[in-house]
């Protein structure tokens, strides 16, 4: 139905106190599409059921490795300074350390890689600490591996700084020889030497070379007696009681949740492409105008009567109302259009029994009938309730 006079009703702006109402509309309109959300639900927890059989029971196990800075000594002579959890983070997942892991297992240095895909290295924050986790089939097996990661790591740093010092102690050497040398051929000229200005001159360098090997024999002995140990493990593996990550009941329920967001997208794509109207908010935004009444369905294969009964009588009655005395129609009112979109019967009907309603309100109403070509109201209105149109009496 539509107004024969244009409006402004057909550009009706939306307040704001009308969007709460809009997306509870839009919702149980997403709510007619139960199968597509049903059918997400039961894919979601297919998928979570299917991933924890696919996976297995896992076990992580970890242990703690506390690092320690290097020496006073260490530091002075330019080889160590702060900790840097960063770099020894890197080195423990490094594939030396790896190697030196597997060859303690007693693994071929070919699983070195693959042991080290389970391998998590972690530096709690604010502490010098590493943490070495790692995800096994078995409990003992992740213990096992956890603890030889760690003293491999170890190890390995430790060998690290005893080869530097190794170096540095054969660099002193080196600079200590060609010193020995002079300092005992400067031991044997005194002996020859008698008492005078070169006596002094001999002796003054002679204490000078025993002062330099003295100095390089001082910083040889301090290397030796460095602990090059880089850390300890405070907090050995043990074997976990329960698997790690995540259960059964917990998957099933991820998979639900993610089943219903699934579904609901698919019912939210399904609602934008479907054309059905399905609500009267659906024909305002489609036409972008006022829903003046929705008429009842009526039964398949049982014709009804051109002159409404019951419900589908006061709907009618209903829009007659609105369009007599709603002041959004109170400037037109005075010609009334039904347009068909289809099926003529439909608009026949609608025409009549809106012109019967304002009838009954005591309005006076002429019914037109625009269909030129094929006119079929004045045969329907003959044969209605068995009369015959004609002049009614006054009393």
């Known amino acids: 139905m539509r107004e024969g006079a244009p409006g402004e009703a057909s550009g009706r702006i939306m307040h704001a106190h009308e969007e709460p109402d809009l997306l509870r509309e839009q919702f149980r309109q997403l709510l007619r599409y139960r199968t597509l959300i049903t059918a997400g639900v039961v894919l979601g927890v297919l998928a979570g059921l299917a991933l924890a059989l696919s996976r297995g029971d896992s076990y992580t196990a970890s242990n703690e490795v506390a690092l320690r800075p290097s020496s006073q000594v260490m530091q002075e002579l330019g ?31 070919g699983r070195a890689d693959g042991l080290a895909r389970d ?22 097996d992740a213990a096992v591996r956890a603890d030889a990661f760690a003293r491999a790591f170890i190890e390995y740093r430790k060998q690290e700084a005893d080869d530097r010092i190794e170096h540095m102690i054969g660099s002193y050497e080196k600079q200590r020889k060609p010193l020995v040398e002079e300092r005992d051929r400067l031991a044997s000229e005194l002996d020859s030497v008698g008492a005078g200005k070169g006596y002094d001159s001999v002796v003054s360098s002679h204490t000078s070379f025993v002062g330099q090997i003295a100095d390089i024999n001082s910083r040889i002995s301090q290397l030796e007696a460095l602990d090059t140990t880089p850390g300890t493990i405070v907090s050995e593996a043990a074997p976990p009681e329960s698997p790690s990550g995540p259960g059964l009941v917990l998957l099933l329920a991820l998979g639900a949740v993610v089943g219903v967001g699934l579904g609901l997208l698919a019912a939210w794509v399904r609602l934008v492409f479907d054309p059905t109207v399905r609500s009267p908010g659906d024909v305002v935004r489609a036409l972008r105008a006022p829903v003046l009444g929705v008429l009842p369905k009526q039964r398949r294969g049982r014709p009804e009567p051109l002159l409404a009964e019951g419900r589908l009588a006061e709907e009618y009655r209903s829009v007659a109302f609105r369009l007599a005395y709603d002041e959004t129609f109170a400037q037109r009112r005075r010609l009334l259009v039904v347009a068909p979109r289809g099926d003529i019967e439909s608009v026949l009907a609608a025409s009549v029994n809106l012109a ?10 002429l019914l037109v009938e625009a269909n030129l070509r094929t006119p079929v109201l004045r045969d329907q209105l003959h044969h209605a309730d068995g009369m015959r149109p004609g002049w009614a009496e006054s009393g």
């Open 79 to 109: 080889t160590g300074g702060e900790v840097s959890m960063g770099s020894e983070r890197r080195t423990a997942l490094s594939k030396v350390v790896s190697r030196r892991a597997a060859k303690e297992l007693g693994l071929p240095a």
């Open 119 to 140: 391998l998590q290295v972690t530096n709690p924050p604010n502490t010098v600490v590493l943490r070495f986790a790692y995800t096994a089939e078995s409990p003992v």
């Open 356 to 365: 019967a309603s304002f009838a009954e309100m005591g309005r006076d109403v």
